[in-house]
């Protein structure tokens, strides 16, 4: 085998011990590449510039000290020792890799470091180590990380990294934990009286809370918009009800929102590993049934599961059975939310979104929990039929008083993409309106344009060339993937929410807002930025070329008569 050392005809000189004047001018001419030698114990035998500025030690402080005294972490001296002892004695290299070492304060130093051997006339060895700083890119690095595993507005752990969570908690074969699963009673009541910011801020309160009596071995992690789940594995499984219920009592406090105190509560599902399941949909089934048997009986506490509930649960049982009876009677209504063109701030479209009629909804539930719960029951087809047929006689009326560039975009489900009659359907339903293609937009989930077969690609496809826009959805809560975007029958990207938050505000949130627009925009797709709520983040998303904005900042969603007058003036 080859050695990995080099033979020079020079002697070292006192000062520098270098082998070669030319190496030396060459390292030195390094400004950005910390250089140190060392002999064959370990001393300092050469320190340039960069390594003063990267380290902290000055070249007199560092010579003749050892290396594992200067820059190496007490817990790497023992690995260094001996990987350079294997270098001089079995001629085994240290391989180039990145390190995090530390300066002369003792502060991490992430570098990427290379090592050479030098062979002396004398037969004696010294190893020249060259390291780059790295700490730009280690901080981009653990931003993007971050984002990934990260709620935004919480900073939990996100939906995506508790489920790994829980499945290595499963595969470890840890004795057992809890599984809560914690939703915030009557959210949307915040969201509607102080606003979206107040319900961000609400949310963030409420996680800091949560977080307040949890062990280092426990987790916490924002679920879904106002569902959080906390793993439980630190203490033994009959203190956990105690500390539920102590979570559930910490809530009869008020929380400060704007000046202003709210009381608040939360309903909270229990169930235990490997008791009541062993995979993870299982456990966050059967703590979400527990959760919901919690709203059912008052709210404010906390239900252990119960296979019962999963035989009977009250709630959704309920909730799905007034759905089906408000289908026959048609007590749904929709709403719409006006998107505006951001050069020309002229209304473009309207999203049509779904209400339940208060008459029939008593419980006031939210889209947000009545729609998962009719997707689940396999109510979403015949309500999705509904939607389109007032969507599109809300059209028809906007074209026959003479608005006729204001495009209707309609939320698809992908179980409606799934049935064989949907684009049938829906080119008879535009010949019953008197409405053209182009006079429409579906707004799909990431995770249903992903899951298409060829033959769903290809029916898309063909709307999109009659001229129906299609739209991905809440663009970054699903894959979030910029790399399929080509891939997919697709117009518009629709940036979700938190994604437009904060990037006026933070580098990192920025960084993501500008690629994602950046992308969109060399594959020609126009992009919706959805959430803008404030002066901020209109200037801010004009700034970035966004195209069309949408967001309280413009307007709420409105009623069929309210929006009237919105539209009056794009009469043509």
């Known amino acids: 085998m080859k050695k990995n050392n080099f033979e020079t005809n020079s002697t070292f000189s006192p000062t520098t011990n270098l082998p070669d004047v030319r190496f030396l001018e060459l390292i030195e001419s390094l400004s950005k590449v910390a250089v140190q030698g060392y002999n064959r114990h370990r001393e300092v035998i050469y320190w340039n510039k960069a390594s003063t500025f990267l380290y902290g030690y000055t070249q007199t402080e560092a010579l003749g000290k050892k290396l594992e005294d200067l820059i190496i972490p007490p817990s790497m001296k023992k690995d260094v020792i001996a990987a350079h002892k294997n270098w001089l004695e079995h001629n085994i290299p240290i391989p180039s890799s990145e390190l995090t070492l530390q300066d002369i304060k003792g502060q991490p130093v992430p570098v990427f470091s290379s090592h050479v051997l030098l062979k002396t006339r004398g037969d004696e060895f010294e190893m020249f180590c060259l390291d780059i700083d790295i700490s730009e890119q280690v901080s981009v690095r653990k931003a993007l990380e971050k984002m990934v595993s990260y709620d935004p507005i919480t900073n939990c752990l996100n939906r995506h990294s508790i489920e790994l969570v829980i499945n290595e908690l499963i595969t470890s074969n840890i004795k057992g934990f809890s599984l809560l699963f914690i939703d915030i009673d009557r959210f949307k009541d915040v ?144 709403v719409y939310q006006p998107i505006y063109c951001a050069q020309s701030e002229k209304i473009v479209a309207c999203e049509a979104l779904l209400r339940w009629d208060s008459n029939a909804n008593k419980n006031n539930t939210t889209p947000d929990t009545f729609i998962p719960i009719a997707e689940k029951v396999g109510l979403m087809i015949p309500i999705g039929n509904l939607i389109f047929h007032m969507a599109l006689k809300e059209l028809k009326k906007w074209r026959s008083n003479g608005i006729n560039d204001v495009r209707m975009l309609i939320n698809i489900s992908g179980k409606q993409l799934l049935q064989k009659e949907f684009f049938s359907q829906l080119s008879e339903l535009l010949e019953i309106y008197e409405l053209i293609p182009s006079d429409i937009g579906l707004e799909l989930t990431e995770h249903a344009l992903i899951e298409a077969d060829d033959e769903l690609l290809k029916n898309l496809s063909l709307l999109q060339v009659q001229g129906v826009d299609i739209a991905i959805d809440d663009f970054g809560t699903g894959y979030s993937s910029l790399s399929y975007l080509n891939k997919l029958p697709v117009n518009t990207l629709k940036i979700d929410k938190s994604f437009v938050d904060y990037a006026p505000y933070r580098n990192n949130d920025s960084a993501i807002f500008e690629a994602i627009v950046g992308v969109a925009h060399k594959l020609d797709l126009l992009v919706i930025a959805e959430g803008v709520e404030t002066t901020q983040h209109v200037e801010y998303c004009k700034s970035k070329n966004v195209d069309m904005l949408q967001g309280y900042s413009y307007s709420k969603p409105l009623s069929s008569q309210d929006l009237e007058s919105f539209l009056l003036p794009f009469k043509s």
Not at 201 to 213: F, N
Not at 228 to 237: A, G, H, M, N, R
């Open 191 to 334: 969201n509607d009286v102080f606003g979206y910011e107040a319900g961000d801020e609400l949310l963030l309160k409420v996680s800091e809370r949560l977080s307040t009596p949890l062990e280092k071995t426990d987790y916490i992690a924002r679920f879904s918009a106002d569902e959080f789940i906390v793993i439980l594995s630190s203490k033994p499984s009959s203190n956990h009800e105690k500390l539920t219920q102590l979570l559930v009592d910490s809530f009869n406090s008020p929380l400060k929102l704007h000046d202003q105190l709210i009381f608040i509560s939360i309903s909270v599902g229990i169930c235990r590993f490997p008791n009541d399941g062993n995979s993870v949909r299982t456990l966050l089934q059967c703590a979400e049934t527990a959760m919901y048997d919690a709203k059912e009986n008052g709210r404010s506490q906390f239900r252990i599961y119960n296979k019962a509930m999963s035989d009977s649960s009250h709630f959704q049982i309920e909730i799905s059975q007034r759905l089906r009876e408000s289908l026959i009677h048609e007590e749904f209504h929709l």
